[in-house]
T-cell receptor, first 112, second 114 residues
Framework: DVVMTQSPLSLPVTLGQTASISCRSS???????????LNWFQQRPGQSPRRLIY???HRDSGVSDRFSGSGSGTDFTLKISRVEAEDVGVYYC?????????FGQGTKVEIK | EVQVVESGGGLVQPGGSLRLSCATS????????MHWVRQVPGRGLVWVSR????????TYADFVKGRFTISRDNAKSTVYLQMNSLRVEDTAVYYC???????WGQGTLITVSS
């Protein structure tokens, strides 16, 4: 299975600052169809995960433009600009290129 | 509005069985593969099983293979997870997921304990 490694695992952030989460995969996530199936999810306390970003950099409908995804191959990044209190939670990357889909360990974002 | 609602969770003894249901609305269920993902409270997310659009193809994580069966009834917009020979380590919240994370249900807690 593809191993997804996130860093850091804990990220204290000051309100209004930018948070950056790294996700690395043990294999290239470029699919044979040319797309890269790397998604980012947010899980707020007590809630189900919600997808923020799909295919590396495409924001889901209704997701704030403060969230942005980038990367290629095996290295990917989620950035949260102008962090707000509602951004507190755990963020997961997930690859869907290779079966089975696998998730990173999660990065806990908290406010300093 | 898309809704994904799981049901069927609860407390079961080791070796017992449960059947989870996942009812969807607001989407064309035949559009997507459907998945089950689980999460031990306070821990990460783990993919469990998937089923293709017409139910002809299913895949399982090794740790549930031979014990769990995924199925779907597109006429009822519902996906199922039959869980047999349950183990203590199957204790988790089980989420029904549309596609590769497009929509998630609220989850249903399975507790396997004597």
């Amino acid at each position: 299975d593809v191993v997804m490694t996130q860093s850091p695992l804990s990220l204290p952030v000051t309100l209004g600052q930018t948070a950056s989460i790294s996700c690395r995969s043990s294999q290239s996530l470029v699919h044979s169809d040319g797309d890269t199936y790397l998604n980012w999810f947010q899980q707020r306390p007590g809630q189900s995960p919600r997808r923020l970003i799909y295919e590396v950099s495409h924001r889901d409908s209704g997701v704030s433009d403060r969230f942005s995804g980038s990367g290629s191959g095996t290295d990917f990044t989620l950035k949260i600009s102008r962090v707000e209190a509602e951004d507190v939670g755990v963020y997961y990357c997930m690859q869907g290129t290779h079966w089975p889909p696998t998730f990173g360990q999660g990065t806990k974002v908290e406010i300093k | 509005e898309v809704q994904v609602v799981e049901s069927g969770g609860g407390l079961v003894q080791p070796g017992g069985s449960l059947r989870l249901s996942c009812a969807t609305s607001g989407i064309t269920l035949t559009r997507d593969w459907m998945h089950w993902v689980r999460q031990v409270p306070g821990r990460g997310l783990v993919w469990v099983s998937r089923i293709n659009r017409d139910g002809s193809l299913t895949t399982y994580a090794d740790f549930v293979k031979g014990r769990f069966t995924i199925s779907r009834d597109n006429a009822k917009s519902t996906v199922y997870l039959q869980m047999n020979s349950l183990r203590v380590e199957d204790t988790a919240v089980y989420y029904c997921v549309v596609g590769l994370g497009d929509y998630w249900g609220q989850g249903t807690l399975i507790t396997v304990s004597s």
